[in-house]
C-alpha cells in the first residue's frame, strides 16, 4: 500500500493527497498529513471513519433546520379559508315618506362562528346587521330609522380535521346596493331595500397534543 503526501511550506495553505488503489481492502495505510503527526490505520476504517463524519454532519445540519416542538395546548393553523358565498337582503320599511334617502350605514353585531358539523367542516356564522337609514321626511326633517336583521350561514370547508378543532373567523361586508321603494302616487320613497354581500375569512385550528 502506498501513500503520496504534499504540503507547502504553512500549515494555512497545506494540502495532501492521499493515493488509495481499487484493489486496496486492509492494507495498512501510512501517511503524514499536513500539521497531523503520522498515522497508521487501515482502509477500511479510514472510509468508516469518513462516513461517520458525514453522518454527524448532516445530522448536525438536520437538527438545527428542525423547530423546537411546540408546547401542548397550542393552536395550531389547519385552514385558512376566504369566501364570497353569502349575501343578505332586507327591507326597511319607513314610518314615515321620505323625500330622500341621506344614507344607508350598516354594521354587524354578535357574529360567531361555530363548528356544526364534521364531514369536511361545517361552519355556522350567525350574527345581527344593524342597517340604519338617514333620509329627509317629507316634513322637511332628519330622520333616522334602524332596523337589526338576524342572519344564519353555513360554509363547508373541505378536508379531514380533528374532532377538537375550533373555528374562529372575521365577516365584512363587501359590497352592498340599496333600491328605493317609491309610492307611485305620492312619488314618495316608503321603503329602502338594502342586499348585502359578504366576505368571509375562516380559520380551523387544532390544539398540539
Not at 91 to 103: D, H, K, P, R, Y
Not at 177 to 192: C, G, K, Q, R, W
Request: charged fraction near 5%.
Amino acid at each position: 500500500m502506498s501513500c503520496s503526501c504534499t504540503q507547502s511550506i504553512t500549515c494555512g495553505s497545506s494540502r495532501s493527497t492521499i493515493t488509495i488503489p481499487q484493489n486496496a481492502v486492509a492494507a495498512p495505510l501510512i501517511c503524514s498529513l499536513p500539521c497531523v503527526r503520522e498515522f497508521s490505520t487501515s482502509v477500511a476504517r479510514f472510509q468508516n471513519q469518513i462516513v461517520r463524519e458525514v453522518l454527524v454532519a448532516l445530522s448536525n445540519r438536520c437538527q438545527a433546520e428542525v423547530p423546537p416542538p411546540l408546547p401542548p395546548g397550542t393552536l395550531v393553523v389547519l385552514s385558512n379559508t376566504t369566501t364570497f358565498n353569502q349575501s343578505l337582503a332586507a327591507t326597511v320599511n319607513l314610518q314615515i315618506e321620505a323625500a330622500a334617502i341621506i344614507s344607508v350605514n350598516v354594521t354587524l353585531q354578535n357574529v360567531q362562528f361555530q363548528i356544526v358539523g364534521f364531514s369536511s367542516v361545517i361552519v355556522q356564522i350567525i350574527g345581527d346587521a344593524v342597517i340604519t337609514v338617514t333620509f329627509q321626511g317629507i316634513d322637511g326633517l332628519i330622520h333616522t330609522q334602524t332596523a337589526t336583521v338576524p342572519f344564519v350561514f353555513t360554509e363547508t370547508i373541505p378536508g379531514t380535521f380533528p374532532a377538537n378543532s375550533i373555528v374562529q373567523g372575521s365577516l365584512s361586508v363587501n359590497n352592498q346596493t340599496v333600491v328605493n321603494e317609491i309610492d307611485p302616487s305620492t312619488l314618495a320613497i316608503v321603503a329602502v331595500s338594502v342586499t348585502l354581500f359578504f366576505a368571509t375569512n375562516i380559520i380551523i385550528l387544532a390544539p398540539v397534543a
